[in-house]
């Protein structure tokens, strides 16, 4: 199944993702998560969108559709994947109609209140980027990732300010989004809020899977 998981900053979109892998045997593509580890190793991209990420705006159409473009002509995307975070712009879902043609648009509904929540508490392992909350999704072990053992870190974005623009830039760029991919019938709506089981519940339900 080729899939979009399409929602707010801190909808828990990552969370879910890491859920449907095992429930689609598909893989996890977050662009952000690219972005992440191409500033962790200080690679040309890296350092190309080192500052627009820790601000909050969006990296440019043309680096992300690259990307993307790139890894969905790997052979483990053939058989479907869970794209995270991709598309963001209108361009961005036109290019990528033209590369690979998605089954369903998960679109991820919550209110701002959760998602500054979520943000507030958030931490997330520097080795694998499994994400955690210090409330609702508490380690095992206190800054110590359960899947790897990595150190945990509160990404840089989630500083007040960043959160603040990741917002505004949801609401200016992404969500005509919901519009476009709903005009076309491929947009299901799941409740994102209460918690990550009964969100996996209401995933499974929306997308037919027993
Ligand atoms: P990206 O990494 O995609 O960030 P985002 O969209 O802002 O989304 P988040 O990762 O913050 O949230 P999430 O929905 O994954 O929530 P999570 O599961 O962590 O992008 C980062 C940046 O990269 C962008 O700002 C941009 O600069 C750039 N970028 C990426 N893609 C781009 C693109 N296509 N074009 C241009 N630029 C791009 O959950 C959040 C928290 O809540 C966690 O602590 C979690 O444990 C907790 N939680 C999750 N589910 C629940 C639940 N059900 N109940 C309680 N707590 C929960
Ligand atoms: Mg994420
Ligand atoms: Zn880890």
């Given amino acids: 199944m080729k899939l979009i998981f399409l929602g707010p900053p801190g909808a ?41 990420i820790e601000e909050g705006k969006l990296v440019d159409d043309e680096t992300t559709i690259l990307l993307v473009k790139e890894r969905l002509d790997q052979q483990d995307t053939q058989a479907g994947y869970i794209l995270d975070g991709f598309p963001r712009t209108i361009s961005q879902a036109e290019a990528l109609a ?31 980027g499994m994400n955690f909350h210090i409330t609702f999704n508490k380690p095992k072990q206190e800054q110590v990732c359960d899947a790897c053992g990595g150190e945990l870190f509160i990404r840089e974005d989630d500083q007040e300010g960043a959160i603040r623009k990741r917002l505004e830039v949801y609401r200016e760029q992404t969500l005509p989004l919901i519009e476009y991919y709903r005009n076309q019938g491929l947009l299901v709506d799941i409740d994102a809020q209460g918690l990550i089981d009964t969100v996996v519940a209401n995933f499974k339900k929306a997308l037919g899977i027993s």
């Fill in 98 to 128: 033209g590369f690979s043609a998605v089954d369903k648009v998960v679109n991820f509904d919550i209110p701002d209140a959760a998602v500054l929540e979520r943000l507030s508490g958030r931490r997330v392992c520097r080795k694998c």
């Fill in 12 to 52: 828990g979109k990552g969370t879910l993702a890491t859920r449907g892998v095992e429930i689609c045997k598909v893989p996890h593509i977050s662009t952000g998560a690219i972005f992440r580890s191409a500033i962790a190793t200080l690679s040309p991209l890296g350092y190309k969108v080192k500052a627009i």
